[in-house]
């Protein structure tokens, strides 16, 4: 097994969208760093790569054993160890997980780029390890019309950071108007994205005034999104904290 030292990450914990693991050029001060003093790497197949990049399936049995406190790191000049955590590629992406004790990613993180070009010049010409492993889709599974939680990765696809955040924010904010199913107030608020529709909206109903809604604001990043998102979320404390953490200033006052 390979092994690098001296690894710094950065956990994002529960998250499903790779996307949402931040590299390196997005780490914030405010973020909790940890230094790895060992950590083992693993060459993997495409698809068990790709399946702990973006979900939270159950990893593979033999993997675990593998990896079984094969991390650690120090604290108060002690050395302590981590039951499954390590570093993964497809010799193309990179990722550390921590299992929490589990056996499933439950934590993620990028790694700098000096230690990236390091595990690829470690894994370069290793054999890849083919794990027993194969995703399980049930044929009954319908797709949700909207998850602000785990939104699909195309609507967060080219944003930086902050973007991706309020784009989530905004998600959970609509994820209410849906769930209310009140035609008037998804039609004030369709028309204060589409101000020029307003005799046309009078004529949807709710199915239809959410659909077009919906589809048009899952799309990019705008000045139009920051200003319906600030407008959507006044009132809603909860939600208005998360804006002050992104944006630096409370909705309700501005």
């Given at each position: 097994m390979?092994?690098?030292?001296?690894?710094?990450?950065?956990?994002?914990?529960?998250e499903e969208c790779g996307l949402n693991v931040c590299n390196f050029h997005e780490w914030r001060k405010s973020d909790p760093i940890e230094l790895l003093e060992q950590v083992p790497v693993l060459k993997l197949r495409e698809?068990?790569?790709?399946?702990?990049?973006?979900g939270m399936s159950e990893l593979p049995d033999q993997l675990l054993k593998d990896i079984f406190?094969?991390?650690?790191?120090?604290?108060?000049?002690?050395?302590?160890f981590i039951d499954y955590c390590t570093i993964v590629t497809n010799g193309n992406g990179i990722m550390a997980f921590d299992t929490l004790g589990y056996t499933i990613p439950i934590r993620k993180s990028r790694l700098v780029p000096r230690h990236?070009?390091?595990?690829?010049?470690?894994?370069?010409?290793?054999?890849?390890?083919?794990?027993?492993?194969?995703?399980?889709?049930?044929?009954?599974?319908?797709?949700?019309?909207?998850?602000?939680l785990a939104p699909h990765p195309s609507t967060l696809q080219?944003?930086?950071?902050?973007?991706r955040r309020l784009k989530k924010l905004l998600l959970l904010a609509l994820e209410h108007i849906y769930l209310s199913k009140n035609v008037?107030?998804?039609?004030?608020?369709?028309?204060?994205?589409?101000?020029?529709?307003?005799s046309e909206v009078m004529k949807m109903d709710f199915d239809e005034i959410w659909e077009r809604f919906y589809q048009s604001i899952a799309r990019g990043w705008s000045?139009?999104?920051?200003?319906?998102?600030?407008?959507?979320?006044?009132?809603?404390?909860?939600?208005?904290?998360l804006w002050e953490i992104e944006i630096g200033e409370h909705p309700s006052l501005q």
């Open positions: 390979y092994y690098l030292h001296d690894i710094w990450v950065n956990w994002f914990e529960g698809d068990l790569y790709l399946s702990i990049e973006n406190q094969q991390t650690h790191f120090r604290k108060n000049n002690e050395r302590k990236e070009q390091q595990v690829l010049d470690l894994v370069s010409k290793a054999e890849t390890m083919d794990y027993d492993f194969q995703i399980v889709i049930d044929p009954e599974d319908e797709p949700v019309e909207i998850n602000a080219g944003l930086t950071r902050k973007e008037s107030e998804v039609r004030y608020w369709f028309t204060e994205w589409f101000p020029d529709m307003y000045v139009q999104h920051l200003l319906i998102c600030k407008k959507l979320i006044k009132g809603q404390n909860y939600l208005e904290e």
